[in-house]
């Protein structure tokens, strides 16, 4: 029963656990797939803020640059225009700095670049405005005195102050996409190997906690098989003890020597039957067998008997239940049909038998005998022992009157 | 039941192998083990740590960031051309990608740079320029794919311009310059106003240039730009009463040249010292102004003027930001330096060269620029990160 119940968690715990991985490996893959989801949009979220941000502030240098250009080359001489429009650029440029500035996570890289940038396009703006006002100094200067305005020295100051710094601010700013855009690469990479990682963490985890299943159910099919062995064994064993208690039981009901019943076996078969049935009944004993075992011995007395009996069981078993009550005495109960002027007859033939000679170790024995035999009817007698005392009684009568005859039990 | 579930397990198991290598084949592919591709770079002076140093950082940094391993060579001296061809052929034989080349001659690594060339090795070009396609029909042209320099002539001009009063010595000049005021007033002509010009400051302006190819730029430049600022100078007192044309002329004339006393190329600190003692003390000049053209220069010059205590009657201006010209701007001795950008330049170089490596058009030419640095700006954030790039 115990073992039942062993066997059955052993199962359950298997299938409990089965369970619960199953459950482990699909959400943690769908965390997983979340995970990767939500990552690749804040890469290429911050990637493309980070390059509209750059990209404005490069547009906006161009068109600082331009502006210029148009002073420089004398294509305009509105400067307090161009002064306006630069401003304006400024604002823009600032404005996407603090834009690229608030996105988090960048790598040292793209803020070392960034920063140098933003370093050059500070001074930029820093010489421009003085270069502006240098320009329009000289405007108000040649307005003045009608001289017109030095050409040569603007170039100098748009090649010497402004362009190599406006140009180097802009490939910062390239290098700054460049990176980010790298940075995104990488991370990207990164990530795939970080799911590569995990699915195969979790195919590991997966294939062990299957193992880990199949051995388990392993364990309880050999658990099964061998409750199912005990069993079996078990109703051997049970099988084995009735039939030895069925033996011993036997035994009790059986003299030893004959193989015949014994007088229990007698009292058994037959105290059931007192009140209800009519049956004939005799008793048979060899006159003076101790002498044999005076003479011979005992074994030779065994002997004997058993030849005797064995010789009384081929001829009348098939008419009568034959019992070996005390040492040399056999009772025969006779078969229903057998009727009682039968029975007279088969009582004589008893008679014949066991007063005949029997070669028993070499020795031709011979003795006569006794019997008693009794017709009994319902309600005779109370008990088995009485029974056998009325043909005890008769037989022994028999015997007083010089033996080898046969006493019919007579009731008063 | 039990049938059904470990199927269903085995599903699940064959779907994330399946996912697993799926994922595993397409990952895979791109950080597997590729060799990094290297550049090799160039450059010219062993003797002039500092600036190469900084090309050298630009050059590596932009390696670490864009995946190139830099081989780095430098030259032993300005006229180092050997050397140079020797590190072209090795980096052939490297395998190099692209070469980023300072060359110590004109013409001298055309065939080298030719070979390499011809193996598909990108040429770039840095601080000054190589002769891509020779007069003399033997040396091979080269194509160089983009020069990232800083204009030399424009850095001696810088010099000036941001140096004008040293240059001009303004007190000394207000005088001549009346004089020759006088001169184009009078409308006399050509004597007189030469006669003026050079009385306007013989031996002013003493020179110490290196021995490079880049000296004589510069110089042009800060003679130039220092015509300029007489011109200028001229004008901003007499306005339209100048004859400008008869000034130009005066001004561009060799006679200006005796402004200048420029000393023959020197190379180490110690000849730099030596050159500008003997200008200092030479009886037919008298110096008030010092342009070095380059660190070694710079320094020595300040050394000499420093050590003759002459530190506030000379305006010393240097060449490039070597730790030591920063400090002689601290202690005042140096007025002022024109900063190059070699970090930029060799960041740049590199930037390039993936570029042109990845099949992009590079800019012909790229301008790093100079940026004048003196004791009022040189902690502005801006020249910081100039002056010390490896910082930010």
């Known amino acids: 029963m115990a073992k039942d119940k062993n066997n059955a968690s052993y199962q359950s715990g298997a299938y409990t656990f089965g369970a619960i991985l199953l459950a482990v490996v699909v959400l943690a893959n769908m965390a997983l797939v979340a995970f990767l989801s939500r990552t690749n949009r804040n890469i290429s979220t911050k990637t493309s803020s980070t390059m509209s941000a750059v990209n404005r502030m490069n547009t906006e240098l161009l068109i600082v640059n331009g502006n210029i250009l148009r002073i420089v080359s004398q294509m305009s001489s509105d400067t307090d225009a161009i002064v306006v429009d630069t401003q304006l650029a400024f604002t823009n440029i600032y404005n996407a700095m603090a834009d690229f500035e608030e996105i988090d996570g960048k790598s040292d890289d793209v803020e070392r670049r960034y920063n140098s940038a933003k370093a050059f396009i500070k001074l930029y703006e820093d010489k421009l405005n003085s270069a502006l006002q240098k320009f329009k100094d000289q405007e108000a200067k040649a307005a003045g005195t009608g001289l017109e305005a030095f050409g040569g020295d603007y170039r100098n100051l748009y090649v010497q102050d402004l362009y190599p710094l406006q140009v180097t601010a802009s490939e910062m700013l390239k290098a700054t996409i460049d990176i980010a855009n790298k940075d995104a690469a990488a991370q990207g990479a990164r990530i795939v190997k970080v799911f590569i990682l995990v699915e195969a963490l979790m195919l590991i985890f997966l294939i062990l906690g299957e193992i880990a299943i199949m051995f388990i159910a392993k364990m309880a099919k050999k658990a099964r098989i061998d409750l199912e062995e005990r069993e079996k064994s078990l109703r051997e064993v049970d099988a084995k003890l009735k039939s030895t208690r069925q033996k011993a039981s036997d035994l009790a009901l059986t003299n030893i020597l004959t193989g015949m019943k014994n007088r229990y076996a007698l009292d058994e078969d037959i105290s059931g039957r007192l009140e209800s049935d009519r049956f004939n009944i005799a008793v048979f004993d060899m006159d003076n067998f101790r002498s044999i075992n005076d003479t011979y011995g005992y074994d030779f007395g065994d002997e004997y008997l058993i030849a005797v009996a064995d010789r009384l069981k081929n001829e009348f078993s098939g008419s009568a239940e034959i019992y070996n009550i005390t040492g040399n005495e056999f009772c025969f109960v006779f078969n229903k049909e057998i009727s009682e002027s039968q029975a007279m007859g088969i009582v004589q033939n008893i008679h014949a038998v066991m007063c005949s000679p029997y070669d028993v170790l070499n020795l031709t024995v011979q003795l006569p005998t006794s019997g008693s035999v009794y017709h009994y009817l319902p309600g005779d007698c109370l008990n088995v022992n009485s029974l056998l005392v009325k043909l005890d009684t008769a037989l022994r009568n028999a015997k007083l009157n010089g033996g080898n005859m046969i006493n019919t039990v007579v009731d008063i | ?392």
């Open chain 2, 1 to 392: 039941m039990n049938k059904e579930k470990r199927k269903r397990i085995l599903s699940a198991i064959a779907l994330c192998t399946v996912s697993a290598t799926l994922l595993a084949a397409t990952g895979c592919g791109k950080p597997g083990g590729k060799k990094k591709s290297k550049i090799a770079v160039i450059t010219k002076n062993s003797n002039v740590v500092s600036f190469w140093d900084e090309v050298k950082n630009g050059a590596e940094d932009a390696g670490d960031e864009l995946g190139y391993e830099i081989v780095y060579t430098i030259a032993t001296g300005d006229n180092d051309f050997a050397t140079q061809v020797d590190a072209i052929n090795k980096a052939v034989d490297e395998g190099v990608e692209a070469i980023i080349i300072a060359p110590n001659s004109q013409t001298e690594l055309n065939e080298a740079l030719a070979k390499a060339q011809a193996k598909d090795i990108k040429i770039i070009n840095i601080n000054s320029k190589i002769d891509e396609k020779p007069v003399d029909e033997k040396i091979p042209s080269v194509d160089v794919l983009s020069l990232v320099s800083s204009s030399d002539r424009d850095g001696g001009y810088v010099a000036a311009r941001y140096a004008s009063s040293g240059v001009l010595n303004s007190d000394y000049v207000a005088d001549e310059v009346k004089n020759i005021l006088n001169a184009l007033q009078s409308k006399e002509g050509g004597v007189n106003v030469y006669t003026s010009i050079e009385n306007l400051g013989r031996g002013m302006v003493g020179i110490i240039p290196h021995t490079a190819a880049t000296a004589a730029d510069r110089v042009n430049g800060f003679k130039e730009a220092t015509k300029d600022l007489v011109i200028d100078e001229i004008k901003k007192d007499f306005g339209k009463n100048v004859d400008e044309s008869a000034l130009k002329t005066m001004v561009n004339s060799d006679a200006v040249d005796k402004y200048f006393v420029v000393a023959d190329g020197v190379s180490s600190v110690e000849d730099a010292e030596k050159a500008t003692t003997k200008l200092l003390e030479a009886a037919d000049c008298n110096i008030k102004c010092i342009f070095a053209t380059n660190t070694n220069t710079t320094i020595g010059a300040c050394k000499a003027v420093e050590a003759l205590g002459k530190s506030d009657t000379v305006y010393v201006i240097g060449f490039n930001s070597d730790e030591q010209e920063l400090a002689f701007i601290r202690t005042g001795v140096l007025k002022g330096t024109v900063v190059q950008n070699p970090y930029n330049m060799g960041y740049v170089a590199v930037r390039y060269a993936k570029k042109a490596l990845e099949g992009e058009n590079v800019p012909k030419q790229l301008d790093t620029g100079v940026t004048w640095v003196d004791a009022k700006n040189m902690n502005e954030e801006y020249i910081q990160l100039l002056l010390h790039p490896e910082n930010y």
